[in-house]
């Protein structure tokens, strides 16, 4: 049990749907993360949230679209997506600016399958 | 840009030890992570360097030169339940993890 969960653990969808990952973490931290994972790539960061503010978009197209309500949820939802875009998406959070480490601590990823 | 580099894949033997290196050319340095992951989970934290030298926790070690630009993973006396990949990330001057492709480890008995 890492603390930080996603739902769902699958998703299978069509080009023209629209969906949403959630992520949840109990750690109390102040910071989340979003991360794309393909095979045999470096994580890709999508977006950074620090205290709830975007601080982070690296080139994300916009068919990838964020949203943090408060601090210990974020979501990303998904439209149009294309095959390329299937891969496991991965949360983190990291409590930031604190000194020490600041390690991310990732939940279990949602495996995402355009077709 | 920035890189970080790690092999493919090792394999190594039940009870041995085995080094994992990763060299790395970021903008700016402000300390490196080793994280494992097992097959279809999540990556978790293994170590932390931001110092030179080597930090020890217990069968793991991590050891950095950052006048180098390198780091290693030391692991000893090997457990089948070691098998998994090992990334290696960099946190440069704007404070974000900049990720290695990670080194897959099979442990063979």
């Not at chain 2, 994280?35 to 030298?53: C, I, K, M, R, W």
């Not at chain 2, 630009?69 to 692991?75: D, E, N, P």
Request: glycine fraction near 8%.
């Amino acid at each position: 049990e890492t603390g930080v969960t996603q739902t769902p653990r699958h998703l299978v969808m069509g080009m023209t749907n629209k969906k949403s990952l959630k992520c949840e973490q109990h750690l109390g931290h102040n910071a989340m993360y979003w991360y794309k994972q393909s095979a045999k790539k470096p994580l890709e960061l999508m977006f950074v949230y620090n205290f709830k503010e975007q601080t982070e978009n690296n080139s994300v197209p916009s068919r990838f679209s964020p949203e943090c309500p408060n601090s210990s949820h974020l979501f990303l939802h998904l439209h149009t997506l294309q095959p390329e875009d299937s891969a496991l998406y991965l949360c983190a959070s990291s409590q930031a600016g604190e000194g020490g480490p600041g390690e991310q601590y990732f939940g279990p990823g949602t495996r995402l399958t355009v077709t | 840009g920035q890189n970080i580099d790690q092999p493919t894949e090792m394999t190594a033997t039940e009870g041995a030890i085995v080094q994992i290196n990763c060299t790395y050319q970021t903008s700016g340095f402000n300390g490196l992570f080793w994280y494992q992951q097992h097959a279809g989970e999540a990556p978790t934290f293994l170590s932390y360097n931001v110092l030179d030298g080597l930090e020890e926790k217990g069968r793991f070690s991590s050891f950095l030169s950052r006048s180098k630009g390198y780091s290693y993973l030391l692991l000893k006396e090997l457990q089948m339940k070691d098998s998994a990949s090992y990334l290696c990330a960099v946190r440069d001057s704007n404070y974000q993890l900049i990720w290695g492709a990670g080194t897959k480890l099979i442990i063979k008995p």
